[in-house]
């Protein structure tokens, strides 16, 4: 049996957002679900922030959640490069490769999420889709386990149905 659930942490706080006002006016887009007028707006901030793993973290999210995950993939990809410290877009890549079918990479990047922030519940959570999806039951409930215990109840209904014995 095949699952396939992700939680999408739409970023609402990344630290401290730019001084820039457009920038700040694309994030508030993006986290209130305007996506097509989100992604417009970061397309016209392109070329004023291309050193910026912000704005590429930020476009690859709202990319991701427009279903363009290779798209999404390409920017978070340049975010990482910038800022290899950033759990969130290790988290979203991880998201964007489950997405279109790569498990591997997707817990490879849900691993890189859990070493910089250990106590993220959503990236254990995903994580333990993906190994549930690679066939490692044991390795799954104890990522969803640890996901409920961080306040994601979300994982008890997993834990429920898939990890009985």
């Not at 999408?8 to 994030?27: C, K, R, T, Y």
């Not at 993220?120 to 549930?132: I, K, S």
């Amino acid at each position: 049996m095949k699952i396939l659930l992700v939680v999408v942490v739409l970023v609402s706080s990344f630290g401290e957002i730019s001084q820039n006002p457009s920038m700040d006016q694309a994030h508030g887009l993006l986290s209130e679900g305007y996506l097509e007028e989100a992604l417009d707006m970061f397309n016209d901030l392109e070329k004023t922030n291309g050193t910026n793993p912000e704005f590429f973290f930020l476009r690859g999210s709202c990319l991701s959640e427009l279903g363009e995950n290779e798209s999404a993939i390409t920017d978070l990809n340049i975010s990482i490069s910038l800022d290899n410290k950033n759990a969130d877009a290790y988290y979203q890549r991880g998201f964007a490769y489950f997405t279109i079918g790569n498990s591997p990479m997707a817990l490879k990047d849900f691993n890189a999420a859990i070493a910089i922030s250990p106590n993220y519940g959503e990236a254990f959570l995903n994580r333990g889709t993906v190994q549930y999806d690679l066939g490692n039951t044991d390795a799954a409930c104890q990522d969803w386990q640890f996901a409920l215990d961080t306040g994601l109840t979300l994982a008890q209904a997993l834990i429920d149905q898939l990890c009985t014995d």
